[in-house]
């Protein structure tokens, strides 16, 4: 993908013509996404602005015959999210303004995609009812449509801004995404905001359910990135990471998440990498 990148940074004509294109294919919304996000963090908003208003095009009218937002959405968070990062160079502050991005979402998912979460509503009670399963009342199961929906747009816009950040280190700055990520930490305010969050929403449930869910992936990634620099520290390399996530997914399986936003926490108040020497250190020592 580092041709495509290269290609979009020759003139705004290239990125206009690249972010309506994926705009236009099918479940390629993210790539357009993140062909807006390196404009705005290679050249500014005043740059990304005529190529987001070009992207906007298909995805609107996906909206108008299809009545899914998501790619409308995505573009949107994208569009702000990588003007925040430009501005504060900070992964913490886009994890922190996602959380709050997802749940605004929330407020106007309903209006937005009304018909769409009507229908995946219908889809989930009749698969519930032919397995023999009571389905829970219609309203809570639009709910938590709507936060899952909510939350799906966030992490795609992050996932396509960590593509357009991986893309501007490789043509300007290489292997700098790799050290941004490796010391991705959250502050002790971030933390504390964040957990708050997660701790009305499991407390008072309901529509605060929101705030929790949309808490937790800004809380889970420091945590990986702790575990990345870690590793990365020690030089224990690919081998230690396939471990680390074979661990996670199929033994820990559920309580996975939960050790990461665990790590995440007392990684802010104690900065774990920074009392842990890398192997190089080590080596040296003795």
């Known amino acids: 993908m580092s041709g495509l990148a290269k290609w979009v940074m020759k003139k705004r004509l290239n990125a206009v013509i690249g972010v309506m294109a994926f705009g236009l294919i099918p479940m390629m919304f993210w790539l357009a996404a993140a062909i807006l996000g390196l404009v705005v963090l290679r050249k500014g908003v005043k740059e990304g602005i005529p190529v987001f208003a070009w992207g906007c095009l298909p995805a609107l009218v996906l909206w108008q015959f299809q009545g899914d937002a998501t790619a409308l959405m995505v573009l949107i968070d994208v569009m702000l999210l990588s003007y925040l990062l430009r501005s504060t160079t900070s992964w913490s502050w886009v994890l922190l303004a996602g959380s709050f991005l997802a749940v605004i979402n ?48 966030v992490v795609i816009a ?62 889970v990634l420091p945590g990986l990135a702790l575990v990345h620099g870690v590793l990365a520290k020690k030089k224990i390399g690919v081998v230690g990471l396939i471990a680390f996530y074979l661990v996670g997914f199929f033994i820990l399986n559920v309580y996975f998440a939960n050790i990461l936003v665990a790590l995440c926490v007392v990684d802010s108040f104690v900065d774990i990498r920074s009392r842990i020497q890398d192997k190089s250190s080590n080596s040296h020592d003795s």
């Open 158 to 219: 992050v996932i396509s801004l960590f593509l357009a950040r991986k893309w501007q280190a490789g043509l300007y700055n290489p292997g700098g995404l790799r050290t941004e990520f490796h010391q991705l930490r959250l502050p002790i305010v971030f933390s504390l905001v964040l957990g708050g969050m997660v701790l009305i929403g499991e407390s008072l449930g309901g529509a605060f359910l929101a705030l929790s869910q949309a808490a937790i992936p800004a809380l």
């Open 106 to 153: 929330t407020l106007i998912q309903p209006l937005l995609m009304a018909d769409v979460l009507e229908m995946a509503v219908t889809l989930v009670q009749k698969v519930m009812t032919t397995e023999g399963v009571e389905a829970p009342a219609r309203e809570l199961i639009f709910s938590q449509a709507v936060i899952a929906v909510s939350i799906f747009q």
